[in-house]
């Protein structure tokens, strides 16, 4: 049993597949970033707070035993990785591959890329992975930008049901419209970068969208899709919706609510609320196109997929350092909770059978 010091603050992030291989040849490299994303000022033992450098074990690489009593800590304990026996290199082949590839990638694209024998052994690990695409202390949206809120109906395609029948999933969202000169980053459709100012962005419009929030909620009604607007959205924010009646007490929740009645008029649509049918159909696509529809138990952590990217678009070589950086702080699904449906995925909130800000009367 040897001491050795704790590695030097975390990597940048690689920015290229040879950069990747770089930064990370092996797997005491991978160790070693796994140690300073956990331990970025240090180690502290979990059951006796020993600050002091730790033991470390030849055999047992992942193994930190302090100084003072001996405890031992796992680096993958309370992890997505807890228990895990596949090695943390391929841990961090996996969370490069899903970040790196724009559309992500399915759990059978996922098994052939790492050599996987088994499916159910890549299916779960790209859930894991995406247990740690929800930052536990997200923050909410808006403030000085205003905020488009509608409703969606996802998957579940029903023929021959009769009417008003159908397998669909209600996903609520909100999104951020920003003027295109508040970009975030760079413009990651434009080869040279931030646009121009007079440049008038995707769908002949000056603004953008910024950061969204999707979360699957029980139904249109109010206590439903108010509890959602108030996590999701900061107080105080400008709000645009249609007319629904789910949405008519949102000035009580302390919101500049901005409704229109929009009955099927596209016209009216296109100038409501235009960013959150953009975010919809590129969700659409996405779980289509990549993943080929998905089941409603699982729904919600692929929206949280595709809301970590997509808030991440400007940066998508940063979305490794962001993946692994929540991977240390949040815990995984098990292997039963996933294939028997009792998986509850991390969502905006968890919206009660009634709730809502406004008189009800």
């Given amino acids: ?33 796994l140690l300073a994303v956990r331990f970025p000022s240090g180690f502290v033992c979990s059951t006796c ?34 228990r895990t026996k596949i090695p943390i290199s391929t841990w ?19 098994q ?17 992975l995406r247990a740690a695409m929800a930052r536990p202390e997200r923050d909410a949206i808006g403030g000085e930008w205003p905020v488009e809120v509608d409703e969606t109906f996802v998957g579940g395609a029903t ?13 609520a969202g909100a999104v951020e419209v920003r003027p295109r000169k508040d970009a ?40 439903a899709l108010e509890p959602f607007v108030q996590a999701a959205v900061l107080p105080g924010t400008l709000v645009h919706t249609d007319g629904w009646t789910g949405y008519d007490r949102l000035a009580a929740c302390g919101y500049a609510h901005d409704p229109l009645a929009i009955q099927r008029d596209q016209t009216k649509m ?31 952590a692929y929206l949280n997929e595709f809301a970590f990217r997509f808030n991440r678009r400007f940066w998508p070589m940063g979305a490794f350092n962001g993946l692994i950086g929540i991977a240390t ?5 098990t292997y039963a909770a996933l294939y028997e449906g009792t998986r509850i995925h991390p969502a905006v909130v968890r919206v009660p059978k009634t709730g809502g800000c406004g008189p009800t009367g």
């Fill in 329 to 333: 702080r949040v815990k995984a699904p």
């Fill in 112 to 128: 052939k890329l790492l050599g996987m024998r088994r499916y159910e052994t890549a299916f779960q690990m790209l859930h894991k």
């Fill in 49 to 82: 707070g020993d600050t002091r450098a730790p033991y470390r074990i030849a055999s047992r690489p992942i193994i930190l035993r302090c100084r003072a009593h001996q405890h031992e800590t796992s680096l993958t304990a309370n992890t997505v990785m807890h």
């Fill in 270 to 300: 296109e100038a409501q609320l235009p960013m959150i049918h953009i975010v919809f159909g590129n969700l659409d696509a996405w779980l289509l196109g990549t993943h080929h529809g998905v089941s409603p138990q699982h729904l919600q």
């Fill in 184 to 223: 975030p980053g760079p413009d990651p459709n434009l080869p040279t970068g931030r646009a121009k100012p007079k440049h008038r962005g995707g769908h002949g419009r000056s603004t953008i969208a910024g950061r969204v929030r999707l979360q699957v909620v029980p139904s249109r009604h109010r206590s």
């Fill in 1 to 33: 049993m040897v001491r050795v010091p704790l590695p030097p603050g975390r990597h940048a992030g690689p920015k290229s597949l040879p950069d990747f291989q770089r930064v990370f040849p092996d797997e005491s490299a991978c160790i070693a970033h």
């Fill in 92 to 110: 961090f082949w996996g969370a490069w591959l899903v970040t790196a590839h724009t559309p992500g990638m399915s759990a059978l694209q996922f």
């Fill in 159 to 171: 023929q021959g049901e009769g009417r008003g029948r159908h397998h669909k999933t209600l996903v």
